[in-house]
Structures are given as C-alpha cells and as structure tokens.
C-alpha cells in the first residue's frame, strides 16, 4: 500500500516535496502507526459512553437537599468543564430512568464528582436521591455533557451567575474553579431563593465573598425571613442593575427553573442586554405542563391515552412526557439531558398529536420526517411512535 500511496503522490503538483516532507516526518517524528487502533481508546477516555461511579459521601446542603460524593469505580473520572452536567441512572422500584445533574464540584480536581440534589414536589427521582442513596452505592452515568458553561476564552471578564433554586449548582463550580485557581475574573452571583434555609452552599459562597475581592455574593430572599436585612424580591431589572453597575460589559449566565428563566431574560433585554452575551441552563420542562403556553384547553394531566410502541401499547398520563411513560412501561430509550438539547431521546410520530414543551432544539430533519423529542413531548391523544 505505500508503494501505491507514493506512485500516486509524485504523479500530482507538489508530489516530490510532499513525500520528502513524509520521509523527513517519519526520520524525526515518533512512528504513529504503532498509534493504530488507539482512536477510538483515546475518545472513550475523554468522552466515556458510560461511568461506573461509587457513593462515597451523603451530607447535607440545605434544607430539601443534599450532595453526593461520587467516585469512579475505576479509578479514573474523566476531564469536564465548570458548568457541565452527568446524567445518573437509577433503578426505582423496578423503573430503571434517569436525571441529568450539574457536576458542582470543580474542575480542577477529579478524585471525585459532586451533584447537588434539591427535592421537588412529585420528585420521583429526587426521592430517591434523597431518602436512600447511601455510600457504597454504585450508580452508573453517562460523562460529562453540555453547553452550559464557563469558557474564560469567549467570554467577558466579568461574569454576572443568575441563579434560582438548584440552579446553583453549575455556579458553585464556576465559581470554585475561577477563585480558587486564581483566574482574573470578576463574579457577581445573584441567588434567587425563598429563604437562606433552603440555600444551597450558602455559607461556602459568604466565605468566598468575603475572601476573595472579584467575587460578589448577592443572595435574594422572595419569602419571609425573619431579621433578614438583604436584598428582597425578585432578579429584576433594576435588581440587577443596582448590584452589576455596568450592565453593558458582561457575560450573563442564567440557571433554574423555567418560570425564573424566562423572567430573567426578559428583564436583560429590558436592561439592553444583547442575546449573545447570555448563556442559560434549564432543568427540564416546568413540572405544571398544562401552565405551558399554548396548551390545549380541556386536556387534564391525569387524563390517560395510549401509546403505541412497536408491538407494545402502553397507559400514558398527559401530563407525563413520553420519555417518562416509557421508562415506567420497562421501554428503554437512549437518554442523557432530558431538556430537549441533546436528541438522544428522539421517536418517530406515526400518527396522533403531542405537545411540545419549549426549549426542545428540532432539528429541519427533524421537523421534516415527523421525529420528536420524547423527553419533551406530552401525548395529548393517542399516539402511535417508532422508537
């Protein structure tokens, strides 16, 4: 084969001092050929289909959630960037699903990483996390993926983190990795929460503030709190405003629940704020889907259609996502986000309707030959799908 390779290069222009540069290469070079069968070793290090993790630690981080310490059943974790997520499988009662979450620990270490857990009302998965997950479980996950994160080259020198809720938890190991590896970075982090009871990583993120002079720390209570002397209300405009300065020259990043998403970007482009200096994150569809905009009138969440799937017909709430009613029918789907970013999740429509939540990312092929995000869509008849 190379007798043929080099006929054919000194037959075109520039042959002759092509190959002279591939002897010089091979003269001087490490030999890449013993390199062969190496590649697709090298990618699984990086970007690993699967991890085998340990829980090493349980410990509480505020009030309805905890963070768990998770080692590699290996012995490696594989490299990921402050912001990223894993998605943990579990098998519950027989349903085997999973749930993406925000790695909180920093980048800059990698004995181990930390997910942040907060209980939701109807939490399924949370529960579980919460009430019986104990060191010395071994979970399995998908490796580090998403978007969503700190990237010092593109982005501006100061960095606005508006969370809400759990939405926290990529900003905890932004802001670990920033501070503590000593990065020439400023840091305002408003925290939209009910009250500092239920404030994940409170007190680390006063520390640092009071530590570290590029980091601000701006908690914002919307409930009552007694003695509380802060910031109240909601991250609105002239919140924002009042603690950024100048709103102009910054990079905004924007985490949690939906309604808080969508409040925040709203109040940015009021600020003047240009899209393209606003990264944002959301965990999933709003847990009250029939609030969506655009939701069919007269379809309850409990009302119940069926799903078929291949040979299989199956019960599925209108208020559950396909993805959701599958995994309870024991169907497996490949999954990883569940925020409809992703595409993993994608079935074909064959026939009947589904609703869409936002944020699903449709591709044209998508659209064109009738796929959908499971993960994202809600049966609102009876549907008929190829996984």
């Known amino acids: 084969m190379a007798g043929i390779k080099e006929t ?68 490696y974790l594989p490299p990921f960037e402050a912001g990223q997520y894993i998605n943990v499988f579990v098998e519950i009662d027989g349903v085997r699903t999973s749930r993406p979450y925000s790695i ?8 181990y990483y930390e997910i942040t857990v907060a ?21 399995e996950a998908n490796g580090p993926q998403g978007v969503f994160r700190f990237n010092p080259v593109f982005h501006r020198k100061k960095s606005v983190f508006l969370a809400g809720g759990s939405g926290i938890t990529p900003f905890l190991s932004m802001t670990r990795e920033i501070l503590e590896a000593g990065l020439d970075r400023e840091i305002v982090l408003i925290y939209g929460i009910r009250n500092t009871s239920v404030a994940i990583g409170h007190a680390e993120l006063e520390a640092f503030a009071a530590e570290y002079p590029n980091f601000r720390y701006v908690p914002v209570v919307s409930g009552e709190e007694k003695g509380w002397k802060g910031k109240t209300g909601f991250l609105n405009k002239e919140l924002i405003a009042e603690v950024v300065g100048d709103v102009k020259d910054c990079t905004y990043y924007v985490c949690g629940p939906q309604i808080m998403n969508d409040f925040c970007l ?45 040979d299989r017909v ?3 709430k209108a208020g559950d996502s396909l993805l959701t009613s599958l995994e309870k029918a024991g169907l497996r789907v490949n999954v990883c986000c569940r925020s409809g970013e992703c595409s993993l999740c994608r079935v074909k429509l064959v026939s009947g309707t589904v609703f869409t939540a936002r944020g699903a990312l449709m591709r044209f092929a998508d659209e064109k030959f009738g796929y959908i995000h499971s993960c994202k869509s809600y049966p609102v008849s009876d549907v008929e799908i190829i996984l």
């Open 266 to 310: 709203a109040e940015l482009a009021a600020l003047g704020v240009p899209g393209k200096r606003i990264r944002r994150e959301m965990f999933g569809a709003r847990q009250d889907i029939v609030n969506e905009p655009g939701w069919p009138d007269g379809i309850a969440p409990d009302r119940v259609f069926k799903v078929k799937a291949g």
């Open 8 to 75: 054919l290069l000194s037959t075109v222009r520039n042959g002759k001092l092509i190959l002279s540069d591939i002897a010089a290469t091979r003269r001087n070079a490490n030999d890449i050929t013993v390199e062969k069968g190496r590649v697709q070793a090298t990618i699984d290090q990086l970007h690993p289909k699967r991890l085998s993790l340990v829980v090493e630690s349980v410990r509480e981080a505020a009030e309805g959630a905890k963070t768990i310490r998770l080692a590699s059943a290996t012995g």
């Open 314 to 316: 199956i019960e599925a």
């Open 119 to 139: 209980r939701i009302a109807t939490g399924f998965v949370s529960d579980y996390f919460l009430d019986r997950v104990k060191p010395g479980d071994r979970l």
């Open 104 to 111: 909180s620990s920093s980048p800059r270490q990698r004995a």
